[in-house]
């Protein structure tokens, strides 16, 4: 039987327990789930690659079902190269799933890539890494939006 992959790709600036739940629960759906760092140039982060790519890895080090990659390019290019099965993507609003669907209409369009959606858990649904950055920008204790046990 093949390996059903997934891979969950975002810029993951920083890494947070709505990303965590998204991933725990596709590990319901999948073999294995690709955590996929994007690197643009162009898109100005709080964490470097390298800082972000060390704190996932870390988190998922005894996991064996979870990689940790960084990848440029077009997230399609990745699932074909990586044998993905999915694209994996969580929603937190119907302002995500209008965005997303357009990806996902364009991603199947151009390469037949899937793309598997779970809404994010009610309790999660308010959480976003833009506003994780603005509080970290100010100093502010971010634990409670961070996954138990992971390190910034």
């Known amino acids: 039987m093949t390996e ?5 790709a975002g810029t993951f600036d920083p ?9 725990s629960r596709g590990l319901l759906l999948f073999d294995r789930i690709i955590i996929a ?5 162009q898109k100005k982060t709080f964490f470097s690659v390298k800082e ?3 704190q996932i890895e870390r988190f998922y080090l005894s996991n064996d079902r979870v990689q940790v990659i960084t990848y440029e390019g077009l997230t399609v ?20 799933y209008e965005y997303e669907k357009g990806l996902a209409d364009l991603n199947s369009h151009l390469m037949g890539v899937n793309t598997v959606f779970l809404l994010t858990a009610q309790e999660f649904s308010h ?4 506003a994780v950055r603005e509080l970290l920008s100010y100093g502010q ?12």
Do not use: W, Y
């Open 52 to 54: 972000r790519f060390s």
């Open 15 to 23: 890494f947070t327990i709505g990303h965590a739940d998204i991933v």
């Open 77 to 96: 290019d990745l699932v074909k190269e990586t044998h993905a099965v999915a694209l994996l993507r969580g929603i937190r609003s119907s302002i995500d």
């Open 127 to 130: 959480i976003t890494s833009s």
């Open 37 to 41: 760092i994007g690197i643009n140039p």
């Open 4 to 8: 059903r992959i997934a891979v969950f």
């Open 141 to 152: 204790d971010v634990s409670s939006f961070l996954p138990e046990g992971f390190v910034l």
